[in-house]
Nanobody, 117 residues
């Protein structure tokens, strides 16, 4: 059974930075996506960033130029460097590993990020 454990959330002032990390225990296989999603109160969960096992990336328009996703395939880890944080970035951030075929979809427990002065 694969478990994803996130760390790095917290309270930061607007304009500040945080780095989220996620470590997967167990084998997650290959040809997968590692991603970060977030869910703010009263809103749907949304994709923030994802990276394929080959290194291609996608970002939500709202975070382009501010957030950077990175992964270490050997260690099964993924990180999200968040710079120039805004109050609207406040949400619970979830780590996600998925593959289309054969299908797998793993989620972390979530870590709170609060951007406030």
């Amino acid at each position: 059974q694969v478990q994803l454990v996130e760390s790095g959330g917290g309270l930061v002032q607007p304009g500040g930075s945080l780095r989220l990390s996620c470590a997967a225990s167990g084998s997650i296989g290959s040809a997968n996506f590692m991603a970060w999603h977030r869910q703010a109160p009263g809103k749907q969960r949304e994709l923030v960033a994802r990276m394929s096992s080959s290194g291609s990336t996608n970002y939500a328009d709202s975070v382009k130029g501010r957030f950077t996703i990175a992964r270490d395939n050997a260690k099964n880890t993924v990180s999200l460097q968040m710079n120039s944080l805004k109050p609207e970035d406040t949400a619970v951030y979830y780590c996600n590993v998925y593959r289309i075929f054969p299908p797998v979809n793993y989620w972390g427990q979530g870590t709170q990020v609060t951007v406030s002065s």
